[in-house]
T-cell receptor, first 114, second 114 residues
Framework: DGGITQSPKYLFRKEGQNVTLSCEQN?????MYWYRQDPGQGLRLIYY???????QKGDIAEGYSVSREKKESFPLTVTSAQKNPTAFYLC?????????????FGEGSRLTVL | AQSVAQPEDQVNVAEGNPLTVKCTYS??????LFWYVQYPNRGLQFLLK??????LVKGSYGFEAEFNKSQTSFHLKKPSALVSDSALYFC????????????FGAGTRLFVKA
């Protein structure tokens, strides 16, 4: 079945460690996104990519990094510079260049800093 | 800047009664509006969208939404609520000014009581 796979579903990190969240899609979508979800704050955009080897910062990019070496993959690294990384992280994809396309989401990764 | 507002943090309704979850938007140009639903510890699922045409849009699971240009609203509705409709609902708008980003409201939690 086509879809978006995020891993791991749960992740624990000690302060000062970098962690990488995986996001893979087989929908042949050009655009991919990373959102952070905190209680009561909705979804906030971290990074997005409309095409391979290109990505842009979203509204809360500080302390995060991404890469887009393959169309199917858009991993997110939460670095030690991110001051409050405990959150639920959601990856999504859509057909780039089309304003009307909806987002398809993965099941999310919950990161907890110990 | 494009934005959406969901004025209610929570909506309570009895099973079998009609439900409405409110959303207002602010955009420059034509609005591209979406509703998504999220169940606990899951990713978001697309419900419906308004692009153009009829003001009443029908979507998944019996939901519909009414687009009102003069009131800049896009309220989500269902004629008869089910307990299984209890979830977190997000209204969203596609940002046409910058990279096809999707901007989300803060979310409204719907409780349907049996």
């Amino acid at each position: 079945d086509g879809g978006i796979t995020q891993s791991p579903k749960y992740l624990f990190r000690k302060e000062g460690q970098n962690v990488t969240l995986s996001c893979e899609q087989n929908l042949n979508h050009d655009a991919m996104y990373w959102y952070r979800q905190d209680p009561g704050q909705g979804l906030r955009l971290i990074y997005y990519s409309q095409i391979v080897n290109d990505f842009q910062k979203g509204d809360i990019a500080e302390g995060y990094s991404v890469s887009r070496e393959k169309k199917e993959s858009f991993p997110l690294t939460v670095t030690s510079a991110q001051k409050n990384p405990t959150a639920f992280y959601l990856c999504a994809s859509s057909t780039a260049g089309i304003l009307t396309g909806e987002l398809f989401f993965g099941e999310g990764s919950r990161l907890t800093v110990l | 800047a494009q934005s959406v507002a969901q004025p209610e943090d929570q909506v309570n309704v009895a099973e079998g009664n009609p439900l409405t979850v409110k959303c207002t938007y602010s955009v420059s140009g034509n609005p591209y509006l979406f509703w998504y639903v999220q169940y606990p510890n899951r990713g978001l699922q697309f419900l419906l969208k308004y692009i153009t045409g009829d003001n009443l849009v029908k979507g998944s699971y019996g939901f519909e939404a009414e687009f009102n240009k003069s009131q800049t609203s896009f309220h989500l509705k269902k004629p008869s609520a089910l307990v299984s409709d209890s979830a977190l609902y997000f209204c969203a708008v596609r940002d046409m000014t910058e990279g096809f980003k999707t901007i989300f409201g803060a979310g409204t939690r719907l409780f349907v009581k049996a």
